[in-house]
């Protein structure tokens, strides 16, 4: 059975109508499984999401600059655009690289004494989220593991 689709736009957006051509006539007993899904689909009103892609820092320990929420170091969980979850962060209210002068520095090579570091914290979801930057394990251990 041969299922047409004609491209359309609708109030909706962008879309497709599927018919049958009218010369056809279909023996419902003689179809298969996957012409009765895409039949079943046609009513269903509904498509499937398509599949996101997993952003490649989740899982890793970052600094994530923000516009507004300043910067924080932590294990991303999630990623959506500039929306981020950090898992076990730290709010870096004041830092200076061991070595370098910006945020990189510290991402390499972590964070010296007299620096501004917060709690732990369980979980925090950013939003305005304008950098990642990937962290070293030198500097992974010097930002969770600081102490006043």
Known sequence: MEIV???MVTRHGYGSVYFL??????NIDSMTYGELKQIAKLFSGTQAAPAQETHPFVGKYVIARCYSAGVHAGFVKHVDDDQVILAESRRLWSWKAKDGVALSGVAQTGVQSGCKIDVVNPEIYLTGVCELIPCSAAAQESIHGFKK
């Open 5 to 7: 689709t004609v491209p």
């Open 21 to 26: 051509p009218k010369e056809k006539s279909v």
